[in-house]
């Protein structure tokens, strides 16, 4: 299932918000007026018009209601290509539908978060204790296993990023750390959602999307754990079932 980019923007919305961190910091201005001019060059009055119209047709949107309890989920693309933000975005449509999400993160801070939800027009505030944030510094499969450990079917948990989780000395080989992860989602009837990092060898005038073979491994790792797969590249995304 190939998706692209769902607006007829100047440059797809990860990127218009990259433009407006940069006016940010080059005209001295506070980024939400910077993502004001920035989508009123793209004929919306404000930001978050722009993005609540990104949010009706993103394709977060169409992908959310085809996870299923149980899934992994492995979100892949090269540095600033939106994968965090398509992940965060997949947790924000379950919250829309009643469910809770959690954002574990060894890469943003707390304080970072509202900025993320804020460039597809979301607010985790708004959505009170279904949302929660978890940036310590053990994030390992014990740790996520005792964060839901109560939670309710239907919880979407973003882990960003995979390859974090096979960093340390003290933890199971990433392997191991992954086959304990799926028995946990299929035991909760969670949807677990991994950010993941290509190999720094993909090349994208070679291969227009990433796939499985490009995925980053430092130790060995079976991909088949992984039930949904999802590949963004250029404003495009690629999503299949796998596994």
Not at 45 to 54: E, P, Q
Not at 150 to 155: A, E, I, L, Q, S
Request: glycine share 6%; hydrophobic share 45%; with cysteine.
């Amino acid at each position: 299932m190939k998706l692209s980019a769902p607006l007829r923007l100047s440059a797809p919305l990860y990127r218009l918000k990259r433009q407006a961190r940069q006016l940010s910091r080059r005209d001295g201005i506070p980024l939400h007026a910077a993502l004001d001019r920035t989508a009123a060059a793209e004929g919306f009055r404000s930001w978050s018009l722009l993005a609540a119209r990104h949010a009706d047709r993103s394709p977060a949107a169409r992908l959310y209601p085809r996870l299923s309890p149980g899934d992994l989920v492995l979100v892949a693309a090269r540095p600033g290509q939106g994968k965090t933000l398509l992940s965060l975005e997949l947790a924000a449509q379950a919250m829309r539908a009643g469910h809770r999400g959690i954002y574990f993160s060894l890469e943003d801070t707390e304080r970072e978060v509202p900025a993320r939800f804020a460039a597809f027009g979301a607010d985790p505030a708004r959505f009170g204790d279904r949302f929660a944030f978890d940036g310590d510094d053990g994030i390992c499969a014990d740790h996520v296993a005792v964060r839901l450990a109560d939670c309710p079917p239907g919880t979407l948990a973003v882990i960003d990023y995979l390859q974090l989780l096979d960093q340390r000395r003290d933890t199971p080989p990433l392997a191991d750390q992954m086959r304990r992860l799926r028995a946990l989602a299929a035991e909760r009837e969670a949807v677990l959602v991994f950010v993941s990092q290509i190999d720094r060898r993909y090349d994208p005038a070679a291969k227009p999307l990433p796939d499985l073979g490009d995925v980053r491994r430092p130790n060995p790792l079976d991909l088949r754990l992984f039930t949904k797969t999802c590949f963004l590249q250029g404003g495009k995304v690629h999503f299949a079932a796998a596994g």
